[in-house]
C-alpha cells in the first residue's frame, strides 16, 4: 500500500477483487429479498417490509446528496411526494382506462415516479444548486415550505387535506402479479428495491458520482481541472430527486394514497435523521438506518410516547460522538477482528455496552417516569415489576447512579481504558 | 385607510418580535458560522419559562428571570455540545442544532404537556389603551413595542459603543487575530451564543402570551426566522431589521387584504372560477416569506444589507 513506485495498474483492484468487493454484495441482497417470503411473515410484518424498501431507496436518494455531494438538504420528501403524487395520478389514469393508459401496468409505477421526480429536480435544482453549504441547505427550507403550502391551496393536483388516492388492482398484470395482496406487493417492491441500490450503486461508480465526491471536497480544484461545480451539484440533484421519486412511486403502490404531509418538513427531516444515523460515509450506511429507523417508527411508538425523544437523543449522539453511523460501528468492528485484534478490542467493546447499557437503562427510566408522570394519568411504570413514580427513591437511585456510572464508563472505554 | 393603520401598527410590532429572534441568530451566525436550527426552540423555552414564573410569582419577574434561564441553558448547550461538534464542520453543527430542536420539543412536552398553556397577558396591561377608527387597541401591544424598541437600543449601543461590543465585532471577522490579542476567544463564542438564545428567550416571554403558548410555536417560528436572517444578509444586523419589518408588514397587510388572484389579474384573462384564480391573498400569507426567500436567494444571494455572500 505504501509502496511510493507501485504503478498505476498495481493501484488497480484485481479482478477477484472488484468481483469480491462489487458484484457479490448485490448477490447477496438479491439473495436476501428471494428468501425472505420462504419465512412466511405475517402481513404486517410484509406491510414493514415494504415500507422499509420504500425508505431504502428514499434514504440512499437522499445521500447521494448529503454523503456523496455534501449537500445538506432540508426539503427532500417533496420530490418523492411529487413522484408518488403523479404516480398516484397515472394509476387514476390507468382505472380510467382511457386510450394509451389502458395498456399501461400498474407494475412500472416506479419508473413513472422517476420521471417526475427528475423534473421536478430539474425545475427546482436550477436555482438551488449554484451554492452548496448553508445556502443550499436554507433554499432547500424555504422550497420545501413553499412546495408544502402549495400542496394544500392546489386540489385538484394534490386533493387538499384529504390527499388523492389511486387502487392498484388495475391495469394489466406483469410477472402474473396482480398486485391485491401484500405479499405481491412484496414482490413488486422488493423488485424496485433491488433496481434503486442498483441504480444509485451504478451512479457511484460514474464519472459523475466521482466528481460529485470530488465537488464535496474541493470544489476549487474542481474547477481548475476544467468542470463547474454548480453544473455537478444540478446533475446529481437531478438523479437524487428521480431515486426520491421512484421511491414514491413505489410507496404509491403500496400504500395507495399521497396527502401533501408527505411533501412537508416532517417526512423531509425524517430522512434526514434515518440517512445519518445509518451512516453517510457508507453506501450501505443509509440502507441500515432506513432498516432500523423503519422499524423503531413503527414498533417503539406503540410501546411508549416518548419514542420521538429517544430519536433525538439518538441523533444528537450519532452527531456528537458518532458521526460514522451504524455503518461506522459495523465496518469498524470488521475491520478489527480482520486485523487479528480482536482481543485486544473486546474489553474496551465490553466496557462501552456497559456504559451504554447503563445510560440507557438510566435515560429510559427517567424519561418514561417523567411521561406518566406529566400525562396525569396516574400510570405508574413497572419495569420487572418494580413501583417507579415520581416519589420513588428508587427511580432516582436507578436514574442518577447509572447515568453517571455509565458516563464514567464510556468515559473510560473513549480513551481507550479497560485493558 | 382604517386596515392600514391597524396593518401597519400589528405589523411593526410582529416585525419587531421577529427582529429580537433574528438579532441574535445573526449574532451567532455572523460570529460562528453556525446557523442555529433550535433558535426558535429557544424562543418556545422562553414563553414556557414564563409561564412557569408568573403562575408562582408574577410577570415582572418572569420577564427578567426567563431570559436569563434560557441564555444559561444556550451556554451550556454551546459549552458542551456546539464546541464539540465545531472540528467536524458546518453541517455537522447545523445538523446537531436540528436534533437539539427535536429534543427540545419533546422536552417542552414532557414537561408542560401537549396542548397550550394558559399564559396571558397581565392584569396590569390587559386593558385598552386608546380607541382609533372606533377599536380597542390592547394595551399589551405597545408594551411589545416599547420593550422591542428599547432592547433595540441597548443592543446596538452594546455593540457600538463598548469595549465589549468593540471586541465582539473584532472577533465576527477576525477570531485568531482577537485571539493572538489575549482575548478569550471561546469565552466570547459562548457568551454571544448565550445572549443570542437570551433575546430569543425575551421574545418567547413577551410574545408567547401575545400569540399562543403551545409546544407547535417553534416549528411555526422556526423558519421564518430563517428568512429574515437570509432575507437580511447574514450578519448584519441593519438588514435584519430592514427583513423582520418587511416580513411583518408584509404578511399582516395580506392577511388583512380581501381580493382573490383573480382581481389582480383579471386582465390577462384569469376567471374567478377557476382553480388558480379562487386563491386569496390572505391564505397565501403564510407562504409569502418563503416565496421572498427563494426570489432573494436567487437574485441578490447575499441578502439586502449583506456584505458578503451566503
Redesign the interface.
Known amino acids: 500500500m505504501t509502496d511510493m513506485t507501485a504503478s498505476h495498474a498495481a493501484l488497480e483492484p484485481s479482478r477477484s477483487d472488484k468481483f469480491r468487493q462489487r458484484t457479490v454484495p448485490l448477490i447477496l441482497f438479491a439473495v436476501v429479498l428471494l428468501v425472505i417470503p420462504l419465512f412466511n411473515p405475517s402481513r404486517s410484518m410484509v406491510t414493514l417490509l415494504n415500507h422499509m424498501g420504500i425508505t431504502i431507496v428514499f434514504a440512499l436518494s437522499y445521500n447521494m446528496l448529503l454523503g456523496r455531494a ?1 449537500l ?1 438538504s432540508f426539503g427532500h420528501a417533496v420530490y418523492m411526494g411529487l413522484g408518488g403524487y403523479f404516480a398516484v395520478h397515472v394509476m387514476n389514469w390507468i382505472a380510467e382506462g382511457t386510450g394509451i393508459w389502458g395498456s399501461v401496468p400498474m407494475f412500472s409505477m416506479p419508473a413513472f415516479g422517476f420521471g417526475a421526480g427528475a423534473l421536478a429536480g430539474a425545475v427546482i435544482g436550477w ?2 444548486c ?2 452548496a ?3 443550499f ?3 432547500s ?3 420545501a ?2 412546495v408544502a ?2 400542496g394544500f ?4 393536483l394534490f386533493g387538499g387535506e384529504m390527499g388523492i388516492s389511486g387502487d392498484r388492482m388495475n391495469g394489466p398484470e406483469l410477472f402474473g402479479l396482480s398486485l391485491g395482496p401484500v405479499d405481491e406487493v412484496y414482490w413488486f417492491i422488493a423488485f424496485w428495491t433491488f433496481i434503486g441500490v442498483l441504480g444509485t450503486y451504478a451512479f457511484t461508480r460514474t464519472p459523475l458520482g466521482k466528481l460529485s465526491e470530488a465537488t464535496r471536497d474541493n470544489p476549487e480544484r474542481v474547477e481548475f481541472v476544467g468542470y463547474s461545480p454548480q453544473r455537478v451539484r444540478y446533475l446529481v440533484f437531478i438523479f437524487a430527486g428521480a431515486f426520491a421519486g421512484m421511491a414514491g412511486g413505489m410507496s404509491a403502490v403500496q400504500d395507495e394514497i399521497f396527502t401533501p404531509e408527505n411533501l412537508s ?1 416532517i417526512p423531509s ?1 425524517a430522512i ?2 434515518a440517512t ?1 444515523v445509518g451512516g453517510i460515509r457508507y453506501f450501505t450506511g443509509p440502507i441500515m438506518g432506513a432498516i432500523v429507523m423503519t422499524y423503531m417508527g413503527s414498533n417503539l411508538s406503540d410501546y411508549t410516547a ?1 419514542w ?2 429517544y ?3 439518538m ?2 449522539c450519532v ?2 460522538f458518532l ?1 460514522d453511523g451504524i455503518a461506522g460501528i459495523v465496518y469498524g468492528t470488521a475491520d478489527t477482528i480482520r486485523q487479528g485484534r480482536a482481543g485486544e478490542m473486546w474489553r474496551t467493546w465490553m466496557l462501552r455496552l456497559m456504559g451504554l447499557a447503563l445510560v440507557g437503562a438510566a435515560i429510559i427510566t427517567i ?1 418514561e417516569v ?2 406518566r408522570w ?1 400525562d396525569g394519568y396516574g400510570e405508574v411504570f413497572e419495569p420487572f415489576g418494580l413501583q417507579l413514580t415520581v416519589e420513588n427513591p428508587l427511580t432516582w437511585v436507578i436514574g442518577i447512579l447509572s447515568l453517571v456510572l455509565g458516563i464514567l464508563a464510556l468515559r473510560r472505554a473513549a480513551k481507550g481504558g479497560g485493558k | 385607510m382604517e386596515t392600514l393603520v391597524f396593518a401597519l401598527l400589528n405589523g411593526a410590532i410582529y416585525g419587531l418580535l421577529l427582529f429580537m429572534l433574528s438579532s441574535g441568530l445573526t449574532l451567532i451566525f455572523s460570529m460562528m458560522g453556525v446557523l442555529n436550527f433550535a433558535h426558535a426552540s429557544f424562543y418556545m423555552l422562553g414563553a414556557y419559562l414564563a409561564f412557569t414564573i408568573t403562575e408562582g410569582t408574577s410577570f415582572w419577574i418572569a420577564l427578567f428571570l426567563a431570559p436569563v434561564l434560557v441564555g444559561g441553558v444556550g451556554m451550556l448547550v454551546e459549552r458542551y455540545g456546539l464546541r464539540k461538534v465545531h472540528a467536524q464542520g458546518h453541517v455537522a453543527e447545523l445538523l446537531f442544532t436540528f436534533g437539539l430542536a427535536y429534543l427540545i420539543d419533546e422536552l417542552v412536552k414532557i414537561f408542560w404537556g401537549r396542548t397550550a398553556v394558559n399564559y396571558r397577558v397581565p392584569e396590569i396591561l390587559d386593558f385598552p389603551l386608546f380607541t382609533l377608527y372606533g377599536a380597542q387597541y390592547p394595551a399589551y401591544r405597545i408594551f411589545i413595542l416599547f420593550v422591542a424598541a428599547f432592547m433595540l437600543v441597548a443592543l446596538w449601543y452594546l455593540l457600538k459603543k463598548t469595549r465589549a461590543g468593540l471586541i465582539i465585532q473584532a472577533a465576527l471577522s477576525h477570531p485568531h487575530m482577537v485571539g493572538s490579542l489575549g482575548h478569550n476567544v471561546p469565552l466570547i463564542f459562548m457568551t454571544v451564543f448565550g445572549a443570542g438564545c437570551a433575546l430569543a428567550g425575551l421574545a418567547g416571554v413577551i410574545g408567547g402570551n401575545y400569540f399562543v403558548t403551545d409546544p407547535a410555536m417553534a416549528v411555526q417560528m422556526g423558519p421564518i426566522v430563517f428568512v429574515v436572517v437570509v432575507v437580511g444578509g447574514l450578519g448584519s444586523l441593519e438588514g435584519a431589521f430592514i427583513a423582520a419589518m418587511l416580513i411583518g408588514l408584509l404578511q399582516t397587510s395580506a392577511i388583512s387584504i380581501n381580493a382573490s388572484l383573480a382581481d389582480i389579474f383579471g386582465f390577462i384573462g384569469l376567471g374567478a372560477d377557476t382553480e388558480l384564480g379562487e386563491i386569496t391573498i390572505a391564505s397565501m400569507a403564510p407562504m409569502l416569506p418563503f416565496l421572498l426567500l427563494v426570489l432573494i436567494l436567487m437574485i441578490r444571494p447575499r441578502g439586502l444589507m449583506g456584505d458578503r455572500e451566503v
Not at chain 1, 391551496?153 to 385538484?156: N, P, V, Y
Open positions: 455534501g445538506l436555482p438551488s449554484r451554492r453549504g448553508t445556502p441547505a436554507m433554499i427550507l424555504g422550497v415550505e413553499l403550502a402549495a391551496m392546489f386540489d385538484s418538513l427531516g434526514l435523521i445519518y416518548g420521538l425523544l430519536l433525538g437523543l441523533f444528537v452527531v456528537m458521526p424519561v417523567a411521561f406529566s
